[in-house]
């Protein structure tokens, strides 16, 4: 009996830790506020300071995020602004990681979970621009059809157009990761085109800005010399004296985001734990990106390809404007739980009626060949593989590949990632 109970409680273990540490979090994002250093709150008493006198849209995005928050009447009420932006961000945990599959949560998985619920108290739970960007991610995951992926585009280029102007590259990015997604399974060519489009910014900013890729990190940089936020200040790494150096300094801030190395100099119990953190959860997703491109994931499951195209495009982007480490995992934060639908859906084994992309790309398209041979010939050869094998898990379906007509009978071979004709 006692061994029953255990499993029993085993099996729910996730769910307890959510039910009780989301609670936790949510109390520390009302009181973060008496709880936390100033220099947390730079943006939250800059925006309260405008709504004084903020009328509408202006060039000053700290304005114009003043006058939204008076349209919305949250002017004079930071407390229910706290408690909406942590309700928010829960919504988007539990659309990202429905509750029914954080009972088969491991120790990864709870781990970022918890994570990204502390960050959302530290950096959401006040008056702040990353509002917006929580809600665009909201509408990004909170429907698979095409027409909120539009939705997506066009709200992201309204918050552009008003807020961060940063945002134009970031769905430009973001865009082309989705095309690329769809076109190929050699992860190289990620690799590539992340490193030709470092070079188009860097060569759009030289040519039409008359600026280096680095200035614009540098020119927020410079205000912060003397202040804490420069404890954590990120540096250029590569002498930049023109496009392709900055490119490739703008490349290696991108390696250095997702594996803060340089904050392990300071010898902080913080900075290390961050590191730590940060560097885990984009190895992991290293790990599900290669893995779903070379087994054709990342074609079908759109779920899977928003969150890990948006995730790279963001710290593509932040490679070329983040001041510092803080700032970095601020911006981050509205973005943290699409790091459980990368983990969530890589691990999540298909079910037997919901076949994976290649598996169901290949039973339709065997199943018109089949049709088009037995009009034309008769009878055709079955392949050696039925769909029932394939259902059962006698075929994997990363050994399957989607068919391609060659005008004769098909064939499946275990352990093979091609289609071969007999002939």
């Not at 009972?103 to 008056?127: D, H, P």
């Not at 940060?278 to 087994?295: E, H």
């Not at 943290?336 to 999540?348: C, E, T």
Request: proline share 6%; charged share 15%.
């Amino acid at each position: 009996m006692n061994t029953a109970v255990l499993l029993r409680v085993r099996n729910v273990l996730p769910q307890i830790v959510v039910l009780v540490w989301l609670p936790v979090c949510f109390v520390l994002g009302m009181a973060n506020r008496s709880l936390l250093p100033p220099r947390f709150f730079f943006d939250d008493r800059h925006i309260q300071d405008e709504m004084l006198t903020a009328a509408g849209p202006s060039s000053d995005s700290f304005i114009t995020m003043a006058w939204l928050y008076r349209l919305m009447g949250a002017d004079d009420h930071p407390t229910a602004v706290q408690a909406a932006t942590m309700i928010a961000f829960f919504v988007l945990l539990f659309t990202c990681a429905p509750w029914s599959q954080i009972r088969a949560f491991g120790i990864v998985e709870t781990g970022v979970l918890c994570f990204a619920a502390v960050s959302c108290a530290v950096y959401l739970a006040q008056y702040s621009k990353e509002s917006l960007v929580l809600l665009l991610v909201l509408v990004l995951m909170s429907s698979m059809r095409w027409s909120s992926e539009v939705f997506f585009v066009v709200l992201v280029f309204l918050y552009a157009a008003f807020i961060r102007p940063y945002w134009f590259m970031i769905i430009a990015v973001y865009l082309v990761l989705r095309l690329l997604f769809k076109q190929t399974r050699r992860p190289i060519w990620l690799l590539l085109t992340i490193a030709i489009g470092m070079f188009a910014f860097a060569v759009t900013a030289t040519a039409v800005l008359n600026v280096d890729l680095n200035s614009f990190r540098d020119s927020v940089a410079s205000s912060r010399v003397n202040s804490i936020y420069a404890q954590s200040a990120i540096q250029d790494y590569v002498s930049v004296s023109g496009p392709v150096s900055a490119s490739v300094n703008a490349l290696v801030s991108m390696v250095l985001l997702m594996v803060p190395v340089p904050l392990l100099a300071d010898l902080s119990a913080i900075y290390l734990v961050f590191s730590v953190l940060t560097a885990g959860l984009w190895l992991l997703l290293t790990g599900v990106i290669v893995s779903g491109m070379r087994s054709g994931r990342l074609r079908g499951d759109t779920r899977l390809a928003r969150a890990c195209a948006l995730l790279l495009a963001m710290v593509t982007v932040q490679a070329i404007f983040e001041p510092d480490y803080g700032s970095y995992l601020k911006h981050l934060t509205p973005l943290l739980p699409l790091f459980l639908v990368a983990l969530v859906r890589h691990r999540a084994r298909p079910s037997q009626s919901e076949p994976t992309y290649l598996v169901a790309t290949a039973q339709r398209r065997a199943a018109l060949f089949e049709q088009s041979s037995s009009d034309r010939h008769g009878p055709s050869v079955r392949p050696h593989h039925t769909d029932r094998q394939v259902e059962q898990g006698g075929v994997r379906p990363a050994d399957v590949e989607p068919l391609r007509h060659h005008g004769s009978p098909l064939t499946f071979h275990p352990g093979r990632r091609q289609v071969e004709d007999p002939s």
